[in-house]
């Protein structure tokens, strides 16, 4: 018997029991040295747990119930917006109309698919303060990679060949230097000042005619409002590059300030972040661009057009950087977050920004007199504290996060952004009800306490969870996928 009191089915396997029924076979068997070469061919018989049907479904229940996700516990996942996934939007998204179209379909017989994207797009052209809107990109990364392409192609039409540079400053999410050199430009990191924020300066003396673009992440991964936005913006079109903000985590400026009017030529939204879209696990995503006019002309294509009452994919776009994604990208998560946005309305949206930051900072007060908290500004949608208190009492923050598997918290992200030692970066997100966040401040603070009282059951975490503490980099590179014997022997 495992810790959670669930049988595995190779433990109460009993020969010749099945879980199914068939008629027995009334055609010829097929030989299968006819299909398959002669090495490929089973020469003993796999050792397959015999058990019923409902052993089964026991079974692959009780490994489904041991994941965690937002609709079993509260997922302060910094960065990733782990916010509460309406169950309206997966409603809507099953409408058997969306549901059973195909994406080869005559345009003619899809027109209320093709104006619920226009729609959508009409509204992040809204919500961000864009002149257009691209829906193809899969993910925020791929959104980020989208528009330094559009970038690029503006400027070797413009030919400036020669802007190979993109500054990225070094709080901006980790995608962005990986994007930048993607799409084949050198990155170049543009210093924080001491309190976490672009350093003006140092952008200053970095930026110049070889800047193609500075890509900004804001809030940054501090969870910080750059102040000088509007300086910066100055500075970098002062020299003719382009402006490309991450808006991955738009939960926290959402209805309140929008990118376009601050000057910015592009964004990327997380559709599957602050748009209620499920993530986690590999997607699907959805990471839609916005630029201003002078960009238009590079977007993806095909773009979707309205001509009369009618709406069309037009092709001939001469100057568009191409495809980035078959057929009409992610469609069930476009969806979702119109359903949401429908839904919501914009004070509704008002509201998501307002408690989102809110709710950062009431945790963030709330847990300052026991973490040290490297920046102490007020925050927006998340704040960083650090585990150097900890650490000199022998706790690392992997062993504090370790420890909050045992009150049945997802842990926090830990160890980034990089410019923090034993950072750990919480996002409450707006969905959580006060009396989660309270007992979560509670675990955080009982830990803290135990740091000083009884440091092992800190460095000895998890003792509730099916398995105790993982070699991740392991389990991550080598895998073990399948049953053996011996595992459950061991
Ligand atoms: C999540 C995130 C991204 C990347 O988005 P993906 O969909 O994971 O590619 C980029 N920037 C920021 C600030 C993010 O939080």
Not at 90 to 100: D, H, I, K, M, Y
Not at 347 to 373: I, Q, S
Not at 375 to 388: A, D, L, Y
Not at 431 to 439: N, R, V
């Amino acid at each position: 018997m495992h810790k959670d009191n669930q049988a595995l089915i190779f433990e109460i396997t009993k020969e010749g029991r099945i879980g199914y029924s068939l008629p027995e076979l009334d055609v010829p068997q097929l030989d299968l040295s006819d299909l398959l070469p002669e090495g490929n061919i089973r020469q003993v018989e796999a050792e397959l747990p015999e058990v019923s049907e409902l052993d089964i479904m026991r079974h692959y229940t009780a490994l489904s119930n041991r994941n965690h996700g937002v609709d079993s516990g509260f997922y302060p996942l910094g960065s990733c917006t782990m916010k509460y996934n309406p169950k309206i939007n997966e409603s809507v998204a099953r409408f058997p109309g969306f549901a059973n179209i195909h994406p080869l379909q005559d345009e003619s017989t899809v027109q209320g698919a093709l104006e619920m994207m226009y729609d959508l797009q009409q509204h992040l052209v809204e919500i961000t303060g864009m002149d257009e809107v691209t829906l193809q990109p899969a993910a925020g990364a791929h959104g980020e990679w989208t528009a330094l392409m559009m970038i690029r192609a503006f400027h070797e039409a413009n030919g400036e060949t020669h802007r190979t540079k993109v500054l990225v400053p070094d709080s901006a999410h980790g995608t962005n230097p990986a994007s930048a050199t993607v799409a084949g430009f050198d990155t170049v990191t543009v210093k924080s000042n001491d309190n976490g924020l672009v350093d003006i300066e140092d952008l200053k003396a970095k930026v110049g005619t070889d800047t193609a673009a500075l890509m900004l992440t804001n809030p940054n991964t501090l969870g910080l409002f750059e102040e000088d936005i509007l300086e910066m913006a100055a500075i970098v079109h002062g020299v003719g590059g382009k402006l490309y903000y991450d808006g991955a985590n738009l939960n926290a400026v959402l209805s309140k300030a929008r990118p376009g009017d601050m000057g910015f030529d592009a964004v990327h939204l997380n559709l599957h972040k602050t748009f209620t879209g499920p993530h986690g696990g590999g997607g699907p995503g959805s990471g839609p661009v916005g630029v201003k006019k002078e960009l238009i002309p590079y977007l993806p294509k095909p773009v979707l057009v309205k001509k009369k009452e009618r709406i069309t994919f037009e092709h001939n776009r001469p100057q568009s950087i191409g495809r980035v994604k078959p057929f009409y990208g992610n469609f069930g998560i476009y969806l979702r977050a119109y359903t949401y946005i429908r839904s919501m309305g914009p004070d509704g949206l008002k509201a998501v920004t307002e408690y989102a930051v809110l709710n950062a900072n009431y945790m963030m007060r709330k847990l300052e007199p026991y973490f040290d908290l490297p920046f102490t500004q007020h925050c927006k949608h998340e704040f960083v504290i650090s585990g150097r208190r900890q650490k000199k009492l022998g706790v690392r923050t992997l062993d504090m996060a370790k420890r909050l598997l045992d009150f049945g918290y997802h842990p926090p992200t830990i160890y980034f952004p990089l410019n923090v030692e034993e950072g750990m970066m919480i996002e409450p997100t707006e969905t959580e009800s006060k009396e989660t966040l309270d007992s979560f401040i509670d675990a955080m603070i009982q830990i803290a306490k135990e740091v000083e009282e009884n440091p092992e059951i800190v460095q000895n975490a998890p003792h509730t969870t099916v398995i105790n503490r993982l070699d991740e980099t392991k389990a991550a590179r080598q895998p073990v996928l399948r049953y053996s014997k011996k595992m459950t022997n061991e």
